[in-house]
């Protein structure tokens, strides 16, 4: 065949599918791994990421626009389907913020696509045919997938493709699988030891807030301990739910039943097109198997429907919950809402705790209010945490973050490709620093790799440098370090080290994170003295002078000031925590 007359083969992903041509170009740079997404970039039709800060407040106006139009339609489909009569609010708690997180999934990969064959209109596409398509079990599996199968988006590349641009892709069948414990997102499976069994014991024989007690709590990021003395503080009033307690659901699924869904019409060409690939990627849950957990879910309400339930983040976490608890809200339950984490208050909002607040009569903060929805309140994460100072602490620990190199969200925080210009954040600090603070490094490598290489890249750039030991638990080497660099916005890593009064800066590109209005007057003060940099070289400046007197400079007493305001307003704790919780419960 003639070069000229060869078509010009488009891989989406690093996958390599048997049978495929070999591909000549790549869509991202995400779909090369470390270090070759470097040395082909000259094969990357989109080298740059599309995500300036006016584009995605743009991107997700439409996002949310399609989300309107969509929303509607499914919960007549799913009422329709299922035989029963929930409102926009019940169907909203359920599939909401999966449904949101497929659309800006749709919408951003569509958007690559046109730009690629704008440029290139000649590319031909490789994905993968009907028959090699899997689909979630529950949204927090959904989640999950997007974070770490590259199958999973060369699915969705397909489904837009045969959409949109049919004549552009060759379909190929791939063989994969999605495992039992897919929608584990955590990074300590394996540690399963004799404490761990224990807890699991002691879990499985107290009373659970499905079946008693005036007020329920579930994922609210209690300890064990706390809850229990939670439970007898309100005088067995207070319940947990326990993720034991929750029913295995074994549902099967067929692609090809799933082909004659008719979700429902919509007068938007796109959102029409949108509308029918859902079918491929609806939870198993809110479909073939949610007869059964709706069945369970009103099987608890009759056992009990407490005034109160308490989650961070139960609706996106256990579909079961998720069901019983909007059926207890439909009996006058107030939901309350708390926060589960860093990225809350101080960032612009994203998805997660939109949806949260959402799903929620009142929304608890760590101290921050935003809004007529949210309560300051108390953070039971960061109460429970302490360490004891030690003499010989020394060195630095670098804090990095780390998420998939697919643009699963878009969001005004680091995601997807916009790590690269994170990455070119880190060795421009670590560049500026003086060689004796260089020395006295350590950086604390994000847990999950996500096939970036974080530890490669950082090695190749600098094989000087020290790397923590990544079964060693964060509190110890906080505990063991002298001061800490966080090199991004809105993490929990921020809140511990405020909590736990450890000498701490954090570097933000302004490029990569913004701040919403209600929190920049206390980012300008942070700023001011000197804690919150937003380039390289003010961060570097800083530590090269501090460096031999980090106490002395953490001392001082308007950054100390400063510190008290910022801890009140994201990292609020009390001395008598628990003893507000009973007064909020009882």
């Known amino acids: ?26 869509l991202s740079r995400n779909c090369l791994i470390y270090p070759n997404d470097k040395l082909l970039i000259d094969k990357v039709i989109l080298p740059n990421s599309w995500e300036t800060k006016d584009e995605i ?176 503080k309100t005088k067995f009033k207070t319940f947990p739910i326990f993720a034991g307690y929750s029913k295995e659901y074994k549902i099967e699924t067929d692609i090809f039943d799933r082909l004659k869904l008719n979700l429902g019409t919509i007068s938007s060409t796109e959102n029409q097109k949108i509308l029918d690939s859902l079918k491929f990627f609806i939870p198993s849950e809110f479909l073939e198997g949610f007869r059964e957990i709706y069945q369970s879910a009103s099987n608890n309400l009759r056992k009990n429907i407490p005034q109160k339930i308490v989650t961070g983040i139960g609706f996106f976490w256990n579909s079961e919950f998720a069901v019983w608890a909007s059926l207890c809200s439909n009996h006058g339950t107030h939901i309350y809402g708390c926060q589960h984490g860093g990225a809350y208050g101080d960032v612009e909002m994203i998805s997660d705790e939109y949806f949260e607040r959402k799903n929620s009569d009142t929304y608890l903060t760590w101290g921050w209010t935003d809004g007529s929805d949210t309560k300051s309140f108390y953070s039971p994460l960061l109460q429970s945490r302490q360490i004891e100072k030690q003499v010989n602490q020394n060195g630095i620990l670098w804090v990095t973050t780390g998420d998939s190199r697919f643009q699963y969200f878009v969001e005004q925080i680091a995601s997807g490709e916009r790590f690269y210009q994170y990455f070119e954040k880190q060795q421009s600090l670590f560049n500026a620093l003086d060689q004796k603070i260089q020395e006295k490094v350590q950086v604390r490598i994000y847990p999950i790799d996500f096939d970036w290489k974080f530890k490669e890249r950082w090695l190749d750039k600098f094989p000087q440098i020290k790397v923590a030991q990544p079964e060693e638990s964060f509190l110890s080497q906080i505990e063991k370090s002298e001061f800490v660099i966080i090199d991004h916005l809105g993490g929990t890593t921020t809140l511990e080290c405020l909590h736990l009064e450890k000498p701490f800066i954090i570097l933000a590109s302004e490029d990569l994170f913004e701040i919403r209005c209600s929190a920049k007057k206390i980012h300008d003060q942070l700023n001011a003295v000197g804690i919150l940099h937003y380039n390289p070289k003010s961060a570097a400046d800083l530590l090269n002078d501090v460096g031999d007197d980090i106490d002395g400079w953490w001392a001082s007493e308007k950054r100390q000031e400063v510190l008290r305001c910022f801890k009140a307003m994201y990292a609020a704790t009390e001395e008598k925590n628990l003893s507000e919780w009973v007064k909020l419960l009882v």
């Open 1 to 26: 065949m003639d070069s000229s007359d060869r078509k010009k083969m488009l891989s989406l992903t690093s996958l390599k599918i048997a049978n495929a041509p070999e591909a000549e170009w790549y």
């Open 57 to 232: 407040h743009e991107f997700k106006a439409k996002v949310w626009m399609s989300y309107e139009q969509l929303l509607p339609e499914l919960v007549k489909f799913f009422n329709e389907y299922h035989g029963i009569d929930e409102d926009k609010k019940f169907w909203e708690r359920l599939l909401g913020q999966w449904l949101y997180i497929y659309v800006a999934n749709y919408l951003e990969k569509l958007n690559r696509l046109t730009r690629a064959f704008d440029i290139n209109p000649g590319l031909v596409a490789q994905g993968i045919n009907v028959e090699s398509y899997k689909t979630p079990k529950s949204v927090k599996q959904f989640v999950s997938l997007l974070r770490t199968k590259e199958e999973f988006h060369l699915q969705q590349f397909s489904v837009i493709l045969n959409n949109h641009f049919h004549e552009n892709v060759e379909l190929y069948p791939l063989e994969w699988s999605v495992s039992e414990d897919s929608d584990d997102m955590s990074h300590d499976k394996g540690r399963r030891n004799l404490k761990y069994r224990v807890v699991s014991f002691l879990q499985n024989v107290i009373p659970s807030g499905y079946r008693t007690g005036q007020n329920a709590i579930y994922v609210a990021l209690f300890s064990n301990k706390e809850l229990l003395r939670l439970c007898w």
